[in-house]
């Protein structure tokens, strides 16, 4: 079993200072698989994910630091509970990350209560490794996105049943995103307003780092500069591109049963050296 720690449950710094990880895990959706973040030489999309790999890495001698991401854009929490589980539980990592149920709540008649069920049970399983597990609240979309008040009870019952997992175990550190004002600004999410910006995405992983324990090199809740506001009509043109380009698509992947991460691999399937 390798190293793990007591750390925070909720973000600040730990007393004692940061647990070093050898080795870390990624495991949920298009949120943890890098979405809309700038693309790698690979063709893969960076990520939160990529960028927290990048700092713990820089820990360790040259080579020692491993990383796998198993997370895959689209997957319900029932296919990461399914899927991703045995491979990361059978790794070992030290650090796993663990997010998922958003796009269950994105559906209609979505079962809370199952969604609440596989990943309580997806992090009883990884903290059963020895593993230290981050879990995360998501934003709340109604200060952003027209449309969404539909989401927020489920939402806001996923904060609690998350923070509830943290306060039981020491060894869970809960990233909570809901409570980030910052969030509401749409210059940290790309076009097709689901998923982070590269803004986002780095913020994202600082909050990880400081809810690890590490001290802040910027500080992720901060308001981004006030911008000029668009104009009606370019805000027209935007809402239009989005509805086109994004939410028809969407839409018919829902009504046809299809999945934007069907017979798509994970970007980094196995635990191996990681030097970013």
């Known amino acids: 079993m390798e190293n793990t720690a007591h750390i925070s449950r909720t973000g600040p710094a730990a007393p004692t200072g940061p647990a070093v990880y050898a080795s870390y895990v990624a495991v949920g959706d298009s949120f943890t698989e890098g979405m809309c973040d700038d693309l790698l030489p690979d063709g893969h999309f960076r990520g939160w994910a990529d960028r927290v790999a990048d700092r713990l890495a820089a820990e360790q001698p040259a080579g020692a630091f491993r990383y796998a991401n198993l997370a895959v854009r689209g997957k319900l929490i029932g296919q990461i509970h399914d899927e991703q589980l045995p491979a990361a539980t059978a790794m070992r990592p030290a650090l796993v990350t663990l997010?998922?149920?958003?796009n269950d709540v994105l559906r209609p008649r979505c079962d809370i209560e199952q969604v609440e069920d596989l990943l309580g049970r997806s992090a009883t399983a990884l903290r059963a490794t020895g593993a230290t597990v981050v879990l995360f609240t998501s934003t709340d979309p109604t200060r952003r996105m027209a449309g969404s008040a539909r989401l927020l009870p489920a939402i806001r019952r996923m904060?609690?049943?998350?923070?509830?997992?943290?306060?039981?175990?020491?060894?869970?550190?809960?990233?909570?995103?809901?409570?980030?004002?910052?969030?509401?600004d749409r210059r940290l999410w790309a076009e097709d307003r689901l998923?982070?910006?590269?803004?986002?995405?780095?913020?994202?992983?600082?909050?990880?780092?400081?809810?690890l324990g590490h001290p802040a090199s910027f500080d992720w809740r901060a308001p981004l500069p006030a911008a000029a506001p668009a104009g009606r009509g370019a805000r027209?043109?935007?809402?239009?591109?989005?509805?086109?380009?994004?939410?028809?698509?969407?839409?018919?992947?829902?009504?046809?049963?299809?999945?934007?991460?069907?017979?798509?691999?994970?970007k980094r399937a196995e635990l191996l050296p990681y030097e970013g």
């Open 195 to 211: 998923h982070l910006s590269p803004e986002g995405h780095r913020r994202v992983a600082e909050a990880v780092l400081e809810a």
């Open 236 to 266: 027209l043109a935007a809402d239009a591109r989005w509805l086109r380009t994004h939410l028809g698509p969407w839409i018919g992947r829902r009504l046809t049963g299809r999945s934007s991460g069907d017979g798509r691999a994970p």
């Open 99 to 102: 997010a998922g149920g958003l």
């Open 159 to 184: 904060k609690a049943f998350v923070h509830e997992l943290g306060r039981d175990d020491p060894g869970i550190a809960v990233v909570d995103l809901f409570s980030a004002p910052c969030f509401d």
